[in-house]
């Protein structure tokens, strides 16, 4: 397995369905009576010991008891993730700072009683051991929150708005998110909603930002930790040349600024609203195949933003944090991209025919050198990927399985060759064309 396709692969994430059930993404704030204030503050006082202290303040809560939730999953990542077992020394408090009685319901349920006088206090440690994309992760040089794993949601209140502190070592000197900053307020963000917050991580530390680039008047940038040696101007050329082919696939951009955060080294990417955490340490952007495989990687997790994020499978929205949510989808979400990839980079100028074709072509040979080809179906790979993993079955039932990483851009290149030809090339899969012929799908600005 190259590099190339691991990477792909382990960064997917993602969901969703049918080509005619697609619909946007933001279902917007549910009308609730009661709108408590949840004001969380992340500190890392000694980051070499991999703990980040969080403290929830909530006031104007209406109820005699609230139950405080830790998402399963993050968005983007179609794991189990179990962050709940992270979570260390759970206590609350009310406002005269008197401890309040906590009980713990589930493997990821904190039930707080005893808050009838609308104000209290949650203070837990969230302990780190893993740099993965989707993992938080914090050491001596670098913090890295996955909001899914680090914030408390409240159960019913997942569309209350939330505010969040950072409170970063005197050493460090920035952080990178794609998280709304709150007016004359240093450090501090603010989400209307906990999905908004959860899927914006927050990298922090001393952070390097590259020369930033506009596509029709919006601001791109690119900001990492320990990015390394290569040629900064040809990379963010070449960046904003990706991200122009990928818009003239769509012809529009529905967000107001777009941010790439470089979590430095490792494998993987997870896309968002309006930014994507990539592993990237630069190391492979000093030759010209390096250069190519980086920005399909790149190409991949910046057009999720339109297929995935805006446009997806009904089942994905609005998220269930706490269970496995299964679509039949995935294999447009994840597999449609891959074959856009290859096209956005190609369009872009940045690769040749021989270069494309030999990524089909590696994706037929899998395809068809697969014995779970014969078992499995794309919509059936879609569905099982919370059992089966991201990558398909593993060990003695791999052949039993298929990864639609790889079937996914072939149906993808049959498809858009089959519309061209019945419509004499008058149309074609991109959304662009689509978007006038598909019952149901709709999009906005966001
Ligand atoms: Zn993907």
């Not at 040089?141 to 680090?150: D, E, F, L, T």
Request: net charge positive; hydrophobic share 35%.
């Amino acid at each position: 397995m190259k590099y190339r396709r691991t990477i792909r692969e382990l960064f997917r994430f993602r969901f969703f369905f049918s080509l005619c059930a697609f619909c946007l993404f933001h279902t917007g704030a549910s009308a609730q009576s009661v709108k408590p204030v949840f004001q969380y503050t992340v500190s890392m006082p000694d980051p070499a010991n991999h703990i980040f202290k969080v403290t929830l303040n909530c006031s104007g809560w209406g109820e005699d008891s609230i139950n405080l939730k830790m998402p399963k999953w993050m968005p983007g990542y179609y794991q189990l993730m179990n962050y709940a077992a992270e979570v260390e020394h759970f206590s609350a408090k009310d406002k005269m700072d008197k401890p309040i009685a906590v009980k713990a319901l589930n493997g990821n349920t904190w039930q707080i009683s005893n808050t009838t006088n609308g104000s209290f206090v949650v203070s837990y440690d969230v302990k780190t051991s893993r740099q993965f994309v989707a993992n938080s992760f914090l050491d001596s040089s670098h913090g890295y929150i996955i909001p899914a794993g680090m914030f408390l949601y409240a159960d019913g209140y997942i569309k209350n708005p939330v505010s969040v502190k950072i409170n970063m070592p005197a050493q460090w000197k920035n952080m990178a998110t794609g998280l709304e900053p709150v007016t004359r307020k240093t450090n501090e963000f603010k989400a209307p909603d906990f999905d908004i917050l959860y899927d914006c991580p927050i990298l922090i530390g001393n952070l390097e930002e590259l020369p930033s680039f506009t596509v029709n008047g919006i601001q791109h940038r690119f900001i990492g930790y320990k990015m390394g040696e290569f040629n900064r101007v040809q990379f963010m050329d070449n960046l904003k040349k990706v991200v122009e082919s990928a818009v003239a696939v769509i012809g529009d951009i529905p967000y107001k600024e777009y941010t790439f955060i470089g979590i430095g080294a490792g494998r993987g990417g997870i896309e968002h609203l309006n930014n994507s955490t990539v592993s990237f340490d630069g190391k492979n952007l000093n030759t010209a195949a390096g250069m190519n495989t980086t920005m399909v990687f790149l190409a991949h997790e910046y057009f999720h933003h339109y297929n995935v994020k805006r446009i997806r499978p009904l089942e994905l929205g609005p998220f269930d944090y706490d269970k496995a949510n299964r679509t039949n989808g995935l294999w447009v979400s994840e597999g449609l991209s891959v074959y856009y990839e290859y096209m956005i980079v190609k369009r872009a100028g940045l690769s040749n025919e021989q270069t494309l074709f030999k990524n089909f072509e590696k994706n037929i040979n899998a395809v068809e050198n697969n014995p779970g080809r014969l078992v499995q179906s794309l919509t059936q790979a879609s569905y099982e990927t919370w059992s089966d993993g991201p990558f398909g079955r593993q060990g003695k039932d791999a052949a039993k399985s298929i990864s639609y990483y790889d079937k996914g851009p072939v149906v993808g290149l049959i498809l858009d060759l089959a519309i061209r030809h019945s419509s004499e090339n008058k149309k074609s899969l991109n959304q662009r064309n689509r978007l006038q012929h598909v019952p149901g799908l709709c999009r906005t600005k966001t």
